[in-house]
């Protein structure tokens, strides 16, 4: 079993529907949560971070934590052409130790 | 600039070939990693430095894989006797130390091996 694991798409949505994104991790102790944006050819670009259970929402963006079932969501709402990308679930283990376990990330399509 | 910055950005190797990747970090960012990013995958973690200590090297995936952060700045990831599965884009990275949200990536080196 993969450390974090993303269902890879495609994920076709149409402009202005929400999307959802979802992630599972493995490890328990497992203390922050990411989502990075990766335009095809691109670097990786933090888009939203949680720490602790419940939502946290920036703009058309929302993260949800759930730590009791090792499960972590991205919606993004009035979804627009721009958010073409791949999302990449990423978890750090401890704040002592800064690498990230990255899932394969899922491919989103806004159609207009 | 401002951004973490990587060279070459492109590059073609022969099988056997040595390379170095180079990575420059934004100024002040005392950790600094390498992942490597296959077709269609995530990003692995190969390694990190804080300052010039490699503190964690357990994604390095063979021997033939060596990296250096001697100065504490700019670090080089050197690859030795490249093998074709090694064609992939090599990412790093660089952060405050003890500021989870400074990560910021570099567009990458691109490395094909023919």
């Known amino acids: 079993q993969k450390e974090v694991e993303q269902n890879s798409g495609p994920l076709s949505v149409p402009e202005g529907a929400i999307a959802s994104l979802n992630c599972t991790y493995s490890?328990?102790?497992?203390?922050?949560f990411f989502w990075y944006r990766q335009y095809s050819g691109k670097s990786p670009e933090l888009i939203m971070s949680?720490?602790?259970?419940g939502d946290k929402e920036d703009g058309r963006f929302t993260a949800q934590l759930n730590k009791a079932s090792q499960y972590v969501s991205l919606l993004i709402r009035d979804s627009q052409p721009s958010d073409s990308a791949t999302y990449l679930c990423?978890?750090?283990?401890?704040?002592?130790?800064?690498?990230?376990?990255f899932g394969t990330g899922t491919r989103l399509t806004i159609i207009p | 600039g401002a951004g973490v910055s990587q060279s070459p950005r492109y590059k073609v190797a022969k099988r056997g070939q040595d390379v170095a990747l180079r990575c420059d970090p934004i100024?002040?960012?005392?950790?600094l990693f390498w992942y490597q990013q296959a077709l269609g995958q995530g990003p692995e973690f190969l390694t990190y430095?804080?300052?010039?200590?490699?503190?964690?090297k357990s994604g390095l995936p063979s021997d033939r894989f060596f990296a250096e952060r001697p100065e504490g700045s700019v670090s080089t990831l050197k690859i030795q006797r490249t093998q074709q599965e090694d064609s992939a884009v090599y990412l790093c990275?660089?952060?405050?130390?003890?500021?989870?949200?400074?990560?910021?990536f570099g567009e990458g080196s691109w490395l094909t091996v023919v």
């Open positions: 490890d328990r102790g497992s203390q922050s």
């Open positions: 949680i720490y602790s259970n």
């Open positions: 430095f804080q300052n010039e200590a490699q503190l964690d």
């Open positions: 990275a660089s952060s405050f130390t003890g500021v989870i949200n400074t990560i910021y």
């Open positions: 990423a978890v750090m283990l401890d704040f002592g130790n800064e690498k990230l376990t």
């Open positions: 100024s002040g960012h005392v950790s």
